[in-house]
């Protein structure tokens, strides 16, 4: 185990200083994703310039519930985001080496890329925390805090997960790419806004099927004390619980699609 | 000269070629049903229940949001930006421009072919059902039909002339991530495809009326829920027009740079 | 000698899943599909000792790359049995990677966009090599493939040639007692290839580490292999020392002949113009039935012979003689 975490460090060390060969591009990139972001914020602010509210949120809680959404997608970026490609991992014959090495698979293929442009996530969003805490004033105790940063584990996970099933999608169909585009980017954007908009088939299968409301819904809602019509009050603080859950079932899946690799070899 | 015959093989080609990707097809059809979804609900809590909000009724609002998916959906389906920078990329630009062809030219009518596609086998069939059964405000007149379908197309070309002005930075700079992102963040809120500009606060609304991109999605929007009418249609496809020269000649004068770069550098 | 490789009656067969396409098709696919069934190998069986060289060949498509992933562990085969260093790779695939190195032509397994000399590095790490043995590996292979020159270079600036010694040697960091090559001098000039070739025969010779080759490069097998192991369709049919089958096949020769004049029409008993150029004739026989002496004092009682050699077969040709002409006529596979 302990040997893992040192050879993780060792991988993704690795994979930062490939990355930062290409210091323009690490660097427009930041840029690109902050302006991105900036862009949605924006459009949430125009938005609520007439209205005010959004299903009783106003803009800064939509800007916190944005942004958690946003912090642990970096943390996601980070981690995860290049398992959406293992079609091209496998159909170009590069999954492969994966397996002729004498480390666990999963662990070798998530330590392989460390995206460290996730940087635009994490200034953006801890930008908007401090902006947000201050015009809602937020008082932050430690256990505030504390669930704060489990529930950023526990949308991780979730979003992670759902990464890995996507991935593991491939060892079956030889397609995950395009699966990402179709469930999960669209998935994120409708979780940019309160589930409560949306009609009750779409909240309960964001909850209960693929959970994303336990990404930044829940949460939030716990944090800022908003109700969550439909659900239960303080369904939020399942979300780090949720999250362990999802990823397991995640990473089953992912061994299982291994384990049919080997014996279809396609 | 300009060789139709030539274009429009193009146009044929990638029209059968779309039928080949069907899964992209598909692809696109979900996700624009998911987005639909998600600012069809947006404007619903938006408007609250109220039966109007800024002079404009929820119906015609949901209208609005309808026809500006469908139009993004229409938009969407063409790719230059994406298209020219592979091109770019791996260098086959150059043995483009060996070709008798115009190349932004080429890709417009390769464009529409693929538009076409989609238009036919996804967007109409899906938006005449939902035409059908949800509660919108459609035009009563055939004019306004019309004038929509008019201010839709010199829409596409606007959206075209611009994107592709942005793909062809790619000549000019290895990265673009950071550029794209302006890009596509004024073409969804400047455009009015997500917020009409009549809620913009007016600082805001100005700037928009005096950029291009309003001309891609709120003029043919607000012209399909009357928002826009009578003499006003006529003053906004002028506008249109103007936009579409601008940025038409935009277009040449990026091209005409960097085919000039691709020529004496070898891209 | 103790056998370091045991394959016995190896099976594998892939469900090919009928292609469906679209985006329907791949939704359906994921609760219903329709197989063909293919065997890639149907029963395959050899024994390799410790120390030896053996070219592992067939056509595209014959079972190589599967029969090797079953012995890399990649592959989990349908039947039969499989040892490497006395473990069942399948079964063990962790501890199997430690007795094996592999070199897959075609893709590095370098990390692409950073300097070489890290790749051995991380490597070392996931590898579990001691410092000091990776020092002295380091030194031998700087030494012999002089890695030197382009240690600190990324592996994407590499030229091929670097590359494939650069793989190669992180292929043996770990001292694996056994090597799979596959298409080790593929794409390389000639130069390369012999710097790559005269490397593999003297850590086999050195180290004793047992070398599977898999190429489509005759040469490789002739000037590194002793044995061969032919297969096609799943199915072994050869299996033994490489000179028996250029004997059976190799009895074609080549006679080239320059003649002093240019379009003539040679006709001549026992022998057959199969090219001309110019007033430069190719001409086939066998020498069992004539020699070629015989022949040249044929042309020489007609024509005016300036300039000739005579070819000895490649082992390329008679190989694509022997797919050509069937696998009944093999000598019955003998074991070396």
Redesign the interface.
């Given at each position: 185990m302990l040997?893992y975490v040192?050879?993780y460090f060792?991988?993704v060390g690795?994979g930062i200083?490939?990355?930062l060969?290409?210091r323009?591009?690490f660097v427009?990139?930041i840029?690109?994703?902050i302006?991105?972001y900036?862009?949605t914020a924006?459009?949430m602010w125009?938005?609520l310039?007439?209205?005010q509210?959004?299903?009783s949120w106003n803009f800064y809680e939509m800007l916190f519930l944005f942004a958690i959404a946003i912090l642990s997608w970096g943390f996601c970026i980070i981690l995860f985001f290049h398992f959406r490609s293992l079609d091209t991992y496998i159909l170009?014959?590069?999954f492969?080496?994966f397996?002729?090495?004498?480390?666990?698979p999963f662990f070798?293929f998530m330590a392989m890329k460390f995206d460290v442009a996730a940087f635009g996530q994490f200034i953006f969003s801890i930008f908007i925390f401090i902006w947000v805490s201050i015009e809602l004033g937020i008082d932050w105790s430690f256990g505030k805090f504390l669930f704060l940063l489990a529930s950023i584990v526990g949308g991780v996970l979730i979003q992670g997960g759902l990464l890995v099933i996507i991935s593991a999608l491939a060892f079956?169909?030889t397609?995950s790419e395009?699966f990402y585009?179709?469930v999960m980017?669209?998935?994120r954007?409708?979780t940019n806004?309160p589930l409560?908009?949306?009609?009750k088939f779409?909240q309960w299968f964001t909850a209960f099927v693929i959970p994303f409301g336990f990404v930044n819904y829940f949460p939030a809602a716990v944090i800022l004390g908003k109700e969550t019509p439909f659900f239960p009050e303080n369904i939020g603080y399942l979300a780090p619980i949720v999250g362990i859950v999802f990823f397991v079932i995640a990473y089953y899946i992912w061994m299982l699609g291994l384990?049919r690799y080997?014996?279809?070899?396609? | 000269m300009f060789n139709y015959r030539v274009y429009w093989t193009f146009t044929k080609k990638s029209f059968l070629r779309s039928s080949v990707y069907r899964f992209d097809v598909w692809s696109r059809l979900g996700s624009n049903i998911i987005f639909l979804l998600m600012w069809g609900s947006i404007w619903t809590a938006l408007y609250a229940g109220r039966e109007e909000a800024g002079g404009v009724g929820f119906e015609a609002m949901l209208t609005y949001i309808v026809v500006s998916q469908f139009l993004t959906g229409v938009n969407g389906a063409g790719t230059p930006l994406w298209e020219i920078q592979e091109k770019v990329r791996t260098g086959d630009i150059a043995l483009e421009l060996m070709r008798p062809f115009d190349i932004p030219l080429r890709y417009l009518f390769a464009d529409i072919g693929s538009v076409a596609f989609y238009i036919v086998t996804a967007l109409l069939p899906l938006y005449t059902v939902l035409f059908i059964f949800m509660d919108l405000a459609l035009p009563t007149d055939w004019l306004t039909w019309l004038y929509f379908v008019v201010a839709s197309i010199i829409g596409f070309m606007i959206r075209y002339c611009i994107e592709m002005s942005f793909g062809l930075l790619t000549f000019f700079l290895v990265e673009t991530g950071g550029i794209e992102d302006i890009f596509y963040f004024a073409m969804s809120l400047l455009s009015g495809s997500v917020i009409p500009l009549w809620f913009f606060p007016d600082w805001l609304a100005t700037i928009a009326l005096y950029l291009p991109f309003q001309g891609i999605y709120y003029i043919p929007n607000a012209i399909f829920i009357g928002e826009i009418a009578g003499a006003e249609i006529l003053v906004s496809i002028g506008i249109q027009l103007f936009w579409v020269a601008v940025t038409y000649m935009t277009l040449r004068l990026i091209w005409n740079r960097a085919s000039r770069k691709v020529v004496v550098q070898g891209g | 000698m103790v056998p370091i490789i045991e394959v016995e009656h190896l099976m594998k067969d892939f469900k090919i899943a009928k292609r469906e396409t679209g985006f329907a098709g791949a939704i359906r696919s994921l609760v219903k599909r329709e197989f063909i069934t293919k065997e890639a190998v149907k029963d395959i069986s050899f024994t390799i000792e410790e120390g030896e060289m053996v070219g592992y060949i067939g056509p595209n498509g014959a079972g190589k790359s599967t029969t090797i992933k079953m012995l890399t562990g990649i592959l989990v085969p349908s039947g039969g049995s499989v040892r490497v260093n006395g473990i069942i790779p399948y079964e063990n695939r962790q501890k199997n990677a430690k007795n094996i190195g592999v070199v897959f032509g075609q893709r590095t397994q370098l990390w692409w966009d950073l300097p070489t000399i890290e790749s051995f590095e991380l490597l070392k790490e996931i590898y579990q090599v001691s410092n000091e043995r990776y020092e002295e590996n380091m030194a031998t292979f700087t030494d012999i493939l002089g890695l030197d020159e382009f240690l600190d270079t990324p592996v994407r600036q590499l030229s091929l040639g670097q590359r494939m010694r650069a793989d190669i040697a992180a292929s043996l960091l770990h001292d694996p007692p056994i090597l799979f090559l596959d298409e080790p001098t593929i794409g390389l000039d000639v130069v390369a290839k012999e710097k790559m070739r005269t490397f593999i025969k003297e850590i086999n010779k050195e180290r004793n580490i047992t070398v599977i080759l898999t190429t489509h490069d005759m040469e490789d097998i002739e000037k590194l292999c002793k044995r061969m192991v032919l297969i096609d369709h799943g199915q072994k049919v050869y299996d033994g020392e490489i000179s028996v089958v250029k004997d059976r096949f190799g009895k074609i020769r080549t006679l080239v002949v320059d003649l002093e004049e240019s379009d003539c029409i040679l006709q001549l008993s026992g022998g057959k113009v199969f090219k001309e150029e110019g007033n430069r004739y190719w001409i086939h026989f066998n020498r069992d039935e004539v020699s070629a002496s015989e022949l040249i004092a044929q042309i020489t009682s007609t024509h005016n012979i300036k300039d000739l050699t005579v070819e000895e077969p490649e082992i390329e040709s008679i190989i694509s003689r022997i797919y050509q002409e069937g696998f009944q006529d093999l000598p019955n596979p003998v074991k070396v």
């Open positions: 040997r040192e050879l060792k991988l690795a200083r490939a990355q060969q290409y323009f591009a427009m990139r840029v690109g994703m302006t991105a900036s862009g924006i459009t125009v938005m310039y007439q209205f509210e959004l299903g170009n014959g590069t492969d080496r397996l002729v090495r004498p480390i666990n070798h079956w169909t397609k395009q585009w179709v980017y669209p998935a954007n409708l806004y409560v908009i949306y009609p779409v384990s080997k014996s279809t070899g396609s | - | -």
